[in-house]
């Protein structure tokens, strides 16, 4: 006598079709917040302002800064921590010629950016919260509506009109 093999299937529901339309809906609700618009737009302006305000510290403040301290140039202070480069060589030259090297200018660099960014960001959120406040002000200081008469008036003004 043969042997029957009994197949049992273990079927799974296809949970991914079930879910696809219902994720894609709900990513679509997700986009379309005025929220994820609103990081959009000042992730954007963020990477603008932060070209501005790198072209502000290279261009305009690390001269100002190098001259104060007699001629020193922030961008090429560093130090060799192995291989070989010429003396004075600047220090996009001396990463091209392999050595590695601890940039401790472009770090101050880096900070000097930092302590811009921070102080423009603390000045416009200062900014906001000062025109939230003067517009909460304004709402306090409109005129309350005129107060109708009270209960026990209307009550007093249905009597007279009663004895009359």
């Known amino acids: 006598m043969p042997k029957r093999l009994i197949k049992i299937s273990r079927t799974r ?3 991914a ?3 696809g339309p219902k994720m894609i809906k709900e990513f679509k609700d997700f986009i379309a917040k005025g929220n994820v ?3 959009a ?10 070209a501005i305000v790198s072209s502000l510290v290279g261009d305009l403040i690390n001269p100002i800064i190098g001259l104060v301290l007699g001629g020193v140039n922030f961008t090429n202070m560093y ?11 600047g220090l996009d030259t001396a990463r091209e010629a392999g050595a590695a090297v601890f940039a401790y200018g472009a770090f101050i660099t880096a900070c000097i950016n930092f302590l811009i960014i ?6 416009l959120v200062k900014f906001v919260n000062r025109l939230k406040d003067s517009a909460a ?5 409109a005129p309350a509506a005129p107060a109708g008469p009270t209960e026990t008036e209307l009550l007093a003004q249905i009597l007279a009109a009663l004895k009359k």
């Open 118 to 123: 921070a102080f423009v960001v603390f000045m």
């Open 137 to 141: 002000k304004k709402e306090e200081a």
């Open 41 to 50: 737009v000042g992730i954007i302006i963020g990477a603008a302002f932060t």
């Open 37 to 39: 618009m609103d990081l």
């Open 13 to 15: 529901p296809n949970r």
């Open 79 to 89: 130090l060799i921590l192995s291989g070989t480069v010429a003396d004075g060589v």
């Open 17 to 19: 079709s079930k879910k």
